[in-house]
């Protein structure tokens, strides 16, 4: 197996590395210039194959998407977006046609890869760290299955929680719902099961939330979860 990350460890601006999850070696460098390369996530469609990763870039002057192969060719800016906008943490639906992305600024968008068309899911400040998953409401049809959790405190400024809405904006549902405990950063195991970092309990630690509302307690450390939460990707 292998992962992709950002990191400085070239020294001087952050770039795009494949490595061993393992051992922590680098396979290869995707990225070699002299601007911000972040945010990486790498996109698999079983039905055809592609194999694609997505992350940001500043190297136009605004930070913007970018798509890239594993291997490192055909590195190309996708869309042309707000400048305003300044994306960040993007993340792409299953069938690699969309692509989720977080706004500093303006909330949580969805770019179509085809189109370029942009439409905004929510508003001002609303929404980090979008990832694409399944639902875990019991009773949805086959074709409404798609969501995108993602964390917000839009309504209590002091406290994330761990949100799903549909790709078309609608459906919003708090998946979390534990008052002043934090919960951050989602992920999508492939047994589709939520993981997120929350600040419940005495010490902070990533939890695993299946679809019968089930939770466990995964790394019991605040901070070994935080620095390892890139390789749990």
């Known amino acids: 197996d292998e992962l992709v990350i950002s990191s400085t460890r070239g020294g001087g ?3 795009l590395y494949i490595i061993n999850p393992v051992t922590n070696e680098v396979v290869h460098q995707l990225t070699d210039n002299g601007f911000e390369n972040r945010h990486p996530s790498w996109g698999y469609n079983h039905a055809t194959g592609e194999s ?3 992350y940001t870039s500043d190297r136009t002057g605004s930070t913007q998407l970018y798509l890239i192969e594993p291997n490192g060719n055909n590195d190309l800016q996708i869309g042309n977006l707000d400048p305003n906008l300044n994306c960040r943490y993007p993340s792409f639906s299953p069938d690699l046609e969309e692509i989720a992305f977080q706004s500093v600024v303006s909330g949580i968008f969805v770019l179509n890869r085809d189109s370029g068309i942009v439409r905004q899911l929510t508003e001002l400040g609303d929404g980090e760290h979008p990832v694409w998953g399944m ?3 019991i009773g949805n049809d086959i074709g409404d299955l798609i969501r995108i959790y993602f964390s917000s405190n839009v309504f209590n400024w002091n406290d994330f929680e761990i949100y799903t809405i549909r790709p078309d904006g609608t ?3 708090n998946k979390t719902n534990k008052p002043f405990t934090s919960e951050r950063w989602p992920l999508l195991s492939i047994q589709e099961e939520l993981l ?3 600040l419940r309990g005495e010490i902070g630690g990533f939890y695993k939330l299946n679809f019968l509302g089930e939770e466990q307690r ?4 605040r901070w070994h979860a935080r620095l390892n939460s890139n390789y749990i990707e």
């Open 13 to 15: 601006r952050q770039q």
């Open 52 to 54: 694609v990763i997505v």
């Open 135 to 137: 639902s875990f409401d």
């Open 171 to 173: 459906d919003r549902r």
């Open 196 to 198: 997120f970092y929350s």
């Open 218 to 221: 995964l790394l019991g450390d």
